[in-house]
């Protein structure tokens, strides 16, 4: 079965993103396309997982620099596979976890001191009375601890 063409605007419109980003995307090294007889670029259809992995990984708030290091684990000449995508996501791993535990971290911080210097929270007087972290450096240190 040959394999599915796509133009650039199938792809934008599958992965509700402009035009514009996918050539930027490839600018980056991120994806690849080739001219077609009309001079039309086309994109294989594997090209759709990997925008969208770049779009969920953007959101994440991972660079494009680390993504592009992510996805040099993807093989350029054929459809990643599984196994492929499971490389990916192992060297992803660490970083992915330390990301959820920040966010969780924040999440479960919220409503305590956060170390930041304000002194407005109930519990400020007792985590940072006078706000003695400051001596530890800027920013809410508790969180960054
Ligand atoms: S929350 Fe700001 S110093 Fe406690």
């Not at 294989?44 to 684990?73: E, H, T």
């Not at 959820?100 to 305590?112: E, H, N």
């Amino acid at each position: 079965m040959a394999e599915r063409e796509l133009s650039v605007g199938e792809v934008a419109k599958r992965c509700g993103v402009n035009v514009s980003t996918l050539h930027f995307y490839e600018e980056k090294g991120l994806i690849n396309s080739w001219r077609n007889p009309g001079n039309q670029r086309r994109y294989k259809a594997d090209v759709l997982r990997r925008v969208s992995v770049i779009k969920a990984a953007q959101k994440l708030g991972i660079s494009l620099q680390d993504i592009k290091l992510a996805f040099a684990s993807l093989p350029a000449s054929r459809t990643p596979t599984k196994q492929d995508w499971v490389k990916l996501s192992s060297s992803w791993q660490q970083q992915l976890e330390a990301r959820i535990q920040s966010m969780i971290k924040l999440k479960d911080s919220l409503d305590a001191c956060i170390g930041c210097g304000c002194l407005s929270m109930k519990t400020c007087p007792i985590y940072n009375p006078q706000d003695k972290l400051a001596t530890e450096g800027p920013g809410p240190v508790l969180l960054e601890r």
